[in-house]
């Protein structure tokens, strides 16, 4: 399994480190080159305005929304999330996103005064309760998901975690402050997706 990590801009050193302390070592992605080299992708936290700029001038959006549309595993954190979400609400108005979570996403939407908390995460497999610190920065908030998205984890009464089929996202950064729980469970959706018959877990 070779997991790669949009290295355009922003927090990708920390999700390096979360996958190795899983053993997993990741290949950072900045060209379509890289990307046809890997079975799936992490977009990680940083300025969503900006990533998506970088992701028209480097050539990667239009093989990652060909990928995307044929089912490639992404997970994305903060500003991943926004840029993988349907719907941005103040975003730049030039900011596109690649529409692969239903979901509408609010940029900076715990305001100023809070723009960076922290806060339990807990998640419920079905077999036990997992619970994490949730490190908020200048996080999205997700205002409305479709029929289609999971909602994994509620904090604050919004969703914090969420799963639509081959996408994972979270609007905090389980790599800071996380204990590997999101960063495995991405893993295994991955080995799922590349193997379903062969899956332990079932999870939507
Ligand atoms: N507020 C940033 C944005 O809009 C996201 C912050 C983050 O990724 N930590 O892109």
């Known amino acids: 399994m070779n997991i790669g990590i949009l290295a355009l801009q922003g927090a990708f050193a920390a999700h390096e480190q979360a996958f190795s302390d899983l053993g997993v070592s990741v290949t950072r992605v900045k060209t379509p080159a890289d990307l046809a080299g890997v079975d799936a992708l992490v977009l990680p936290g940083g300025e969503s305005t900006t990533m998506s700029m970088l992701l028209d001038s480097s050539g990667l959006r239009t093989p990652l929304e060909i990928r995307l549309h044929d089912g490639f595993p992404v997970f994305g954190t903060c500003a991943g999330l926004i840029m993988l979400s349907s719907d941005i609400k103040d975003g730049r108005r030039d900011q596109r996103p690649l529409g692969a979570l239903s979901v509408t996403v609010r940029r900076n939407g715990y305001g100023r005064q809070i723009d960076s908390f922290e806060t339990p995460i807990i998640v419920d497999d079905g077999a036990q309760q997992i619970e ?5 920065i200048r996080a999205p908030r997700i205002e409305e998901v479709g029929s289609n998205v999971v909602v994994l984890s509620m904090a604050n009464n919004d969703p914090v975690l969420v799963r639509q089929g081959n996408v994972l996202a ?21 080995e799922e997706i590349e193997s379903p018959r062969h899956s332990k877990m079932v999870r939507n």
């Open 132 to 136: 994490m610190n949730g490190v908020f």
């Open 170 to 190: 979270a609007t905090f950064h389980p790599e800071l402050g996380g204990n590997g729980y999101v960063h495995q469970l991405f893993l295994e959706i991955v």
